[in-house]
């Protein structure tokens, strides 16, 4: 009920007023006799309207109207007056009053007034009201704009949530507020962000959807408003979180609640309003588009990362090209695969790192890219930076980025090492075919050596030879004796012949190995230098294979010098070092150097030297075998080989061969050696002198120069070409002891000698075999196995009589060492 102050002396008309018009009229009268009781009454309580007469005890009207206005009262006054005028009128106006009555004025006339001026000051107020209202939601839109404005610029997800709980706490001035998500994986939410909350509540913050308030607004989708008024308790959040008022919210994106919003008091007895709800549910519509950016923001900075992790560290090289073919960027495997550290490659051109005579054709692909053509993988040659090849397969496609630029891009699997083993396999392929090729050469030129090495030592052991003749015939068994040597290092490069071992001098097969070289180097105007080490101690190897080894480093210096235009010095030095050698004990071995002033090696090939096939030699002019068999050769002496050279300057090889080898003189039974000394026996006794021997080989040459040997030797061969033969030569007469041949048409000497055993087992302790195939791993394991002696082709007649004297020795097969 809207209130007037009379501030009238007249007290008929205050209570005229007060008694009977205003109350009828709907309205509360106050009356103030004097204008000092009025301010009074007005300073403590402000009225809707005030009635003011114009003359009064203590002030005038007017000058009362004007201590309201200096006080700052926005009041609407209505000046009562018995001598109106003119003057006073447009005063009082202009003071703030207004509308007047003239005394005595009636029921009509004052009720007509007052409504004037309550209907203005109604007018006004709800103007003000309406522009607070305006205001305010203004002022709110302007906070909620900031926020949301604030909140969908923020891509860190947590930082997000966190800003979203803080602001709907703020907008709706709760005590406290948090944030939930539904987990996709179960039925529940759980709390992603909080304000106020507590660590101790927050902790316990997941609830099911199927029972708890915030689930309701995931099933509904539509806002929950309660307060301990309405409900008649507290509210209950979860077990042990109890609230007086509560506003939840829910967090939309298209259809699908992703969580809720929620603030609640829980001390204050604040409720939420209905403006309340409506600022968190823009919030919350703010808050939902926000969190769904942020998370796809994560998603792509995850597969950002993701990418980038795959392209830094995927095995193969990954890069882009520019229009220009510039390396815009490379993953890490780069400088593994290239030998160039990134930073040197990025922006740098792909052809520049690429070679010459291969970039025109990947030119023309990559062009053909460009013009957005499919393209089928390619090989790519890269130079690296130590100048060797790296063979990549590029894969390629055209791309856009962001900005629309074009680029290609590109991923290369390294086949660098693919082909290196292809190219070993091939050259392993090749080394079996030579082995297998070598093994045939071997059995065949063995034969006819034996014919010339042996009907020449029979020749030699005639006493009457005149001179000349005889070192005729010397020098023929010395070459036939050179030309097994070789095929025993052609045997030993097929991995199928077992080296000699004895003591060595190194200084005396050096020396030698120079005399085989010493007119070609003086006629190359080659200076040689010996810097051998006095009593140098010997080594246990294979003389004929360190021979063949240091041969073939002397003929490489030469080879060298003369590429460089002749002339130079050859140096050959020997020493005793002390080395480190396996399980890290110290050991002493020789060490030979041979030194050139050759052309040098570069260092991309430096360690490629000892790799079978390598060569920088022209077609035709090496096979790229030699250091490979020096490597191997060094190998199985436990020793080892290298290079020191500089382009230019010269190159030296390094021979290092351990003291500590052990020697074990071979015995009767080994292809190579010497029988083991055995103490004659008698032989024995025959009617017509020496032993029946039974010569079985499928080559007339050989069997008959047996038979030649045997016979000089005192003893009755008998020659067969095949192990059907022998076995029916055997049924006709009794035989002291048999050598056959192991490979032959037919029956083979293995299984010649199986069914001798299985007839006779005494003769068959009384077989020797003779072999002029190369002595493998399988005959070996089956000559192990017979336990019987066994010589190679050629052989001399010196250990072909001690081995059948050995044989024919009685209990021979008791005194025989294990072959």
């Not at 990549?392 to 074009?406: F, Q, W, Y």
């Not at 020098?475 to 097929?494: D, G, P, Y």
């Not at 430096?606 to 090496?622: C, V």
């Amino acid at each position: 009920m809207e209130e007037i102050l009379i501030i009238d002396d007249s007290k008929q008309i205050c209570s005229l007023l007060a008694d009977h018009v205003l109350p009828e009229l709907g309205y509360t009268p106050t009356i103030a006799h004097t204008g000092r009781q009025g301010l009074n009454r007005l300073r403590q309580r402000t009225p809707d309207l005030i009635l003011l007469d114009l003359q009064l005890p203590d002030i005038s009207g007017l000058d009362l109207l004007r201590l309201i206005a200096q006080e700052g009262y926005d009041v609407p006054v209505i000046l009562m007056t018995a001598h109106g005028s003119e003057a006073i009128a447009v005063e009082a106006f202009r003071l703030g009053a207004r509308n007047y009555l003239i005394k005595p004025f009636s029921e009509t006339e004052a009720q007509a007034a007052i409504d004037q001026a309550l209907r203005e000051r109604r007018l006004k107020r709800e103007k003000e009201q309406l522009t607070r209202n305006l205001r305010q939601r203004v002022q709110e839109l302007t906070v909620l704009y900031s926020i949301g404005k604030s909140v969908s610029s923020l891509l860190d997800l947590e930082e997000l949530l966190v800003r979203i709980v803080e602001a709907g706490v703020y907008i709706t001035r709760a005590e406290e507020g948090f944030l939930l998500l539904r987990d996709p994986h179960a039925n529940e939410l759980y709390l992603r962000a909080a304000k106020n909350l507590g660590e101790q509540r927050a902790q316990k913050m997941r609830m099911p959807i199927d029972d708890s308030l915030a689930g309701q607004v995931i099933r509904t989708g539509k806002p929950i408003r309660l307060d301990k008024a309405g409900a008649g308790a507290q509210l209950k959040v979860i077990t042990g979180f109890l609230v007086r008022a509560i506003l939840q919210v829910p967090l939309m994106v298209g259809n699908q609640v992703i969580g809720v919003l929620a603030v609640d008091n829980q001390q204050s007895e604040r409720t939420f309003s209905d403006n309340d709800q409506y600022l968190l549910s823009a919030l919350a519509d703010y808050a939902a588009i926000a969190i769904e950016n942020a998370r796809l923001y994560q998603q792509v900075k995850q597969s950002e990362a993701r990418y980038r992790d795959l392209f830094d560290n995927a095995n193969d090289l990954i890069f882009t090209l520019d229009r220009q073919f510039n390396l815009r960027s490379i993953n890490k495997v780069a400088p593994a695969i290239t030998g160039y550290a990134q930073n040197d490659l990025i922006g740098r051109p792909l052809r520049e790192v690429s070679f010459s005579d291969a970039w025109t054709y990947v030119e023309r692909l990559f062009n053909d890219v460009l013009r957005g053509q499919t393209v089928p993988p390619f090989e790519l040659q890269i130079r690296r930076r130590d100048e060797e090849i790296a063979v990549l397969e590029v894969s390629a496609r055209l791309i856009h980025d962001g900005d629309g630029v074009e680029a290609i891009h590109c991923i290369a699997r390294d086949l660098t090492e693919r082909r290196r083993l292809e190219e070993q396999l091939i050259k392993s392929e090749k080394l079996s075919a030579i082995g297998q090729l070598v093994a045939g050469v071997a059995h065949e030129v063995n034969n006819p050596l034996t014919s010339i090495s042996g009907y020449t030592q029979l020749m030699l052991r005639d006493a009457n030879l005149p001179s000349a003749i005889r070192e005729d015939l010397q020098h023929i068994n010395t070459q036939a004796e050179r030309a097994a040597r070789i095929v025993q290092n052609l045997l030993m490069f097929a991995r199928e012949h077992k080296p000699q071992r004895m003591p060595v001098d190194i200084n005396q097969v050096l020396q030698s190995t120079l005399t085989l070289r010493a007119y070609q180097l003086r006629v190359d105007n080659i200076t040689v230098v010996t810097d051998f080490a006095p009593d140098l101690p010997q080594t246990v190897a294979d003389p004929h294979q360190l021979q063949q080894v240091f041969l073939n480093l002397i003929n490489n210096a030469h080879q060298a010098m003369i590429e460089r235009g002749g002339k130079g010095t050859l140096t050959l030095r020997t020493s005793v070092e002390r080395r480190v050698g396996e399980g890290g004990r110290e050991e002493t071995c020789i060490r030979v150097a041979v030194n050139d002033t050759g052309i040098g090696i570069p260092p991309r090939n430096l360690n490629r030297i000892f790799d079978p096939f390598f060569t920088t030699k022209p077609i035709g002019q090496g096979t790229g075998l030699g250091l490979s068999i020096c490597f191997g050769i060094i190998q199985e002496h436990h020793g080892r080989i290298w290079a020191e050279s500089e382009v230019g300057v010269g190159t030296t090889m390094y021979v290092e061969l351990p003291l500590d080898n052990v020697y074990e003189p071979p015995g009767i039974s080994s292809i190579d050696s010497e029988p083991a000394s055995i103490e004659e026996e008698p032989l024995p006794e025959e009617s017509n002198g020496g032993a029946a021997i039974l010569v079985v080989d499928d080559e007339e040459a050989v069997s008959a120069l047996l038979a030649r040997l045997l016979t000089d030797l005192g003893h009755r061969p008998t020659t067969v070409a095949s192990g059907e033969a022998a076995l029916a030569a055997i049924a006709r007469q009794s035989f002291d002891l048999i050598l056959t041949d192991i490979k032959m048409p037919g029956m083979t000497g293995f299984e010649l000698y199986q069914h001798i055993k299985e007839h006779n087992p005494h003769l068959a302790q009384r077989i020797i075999f003779i072999t002029g195939d190369t002595i493998s791993a399988s005959t070996q394991a089956r000559l192990a196995q017979t336990g019987s002696p066994y010589i190679a082709k050629p052989f001399s007649i010196e250990r072909l009589e001690a081995l059948v004297k050995a044989c024919l020795a009685p209990q021979s097969a008791d005194h025989l060492p294990a072959p």
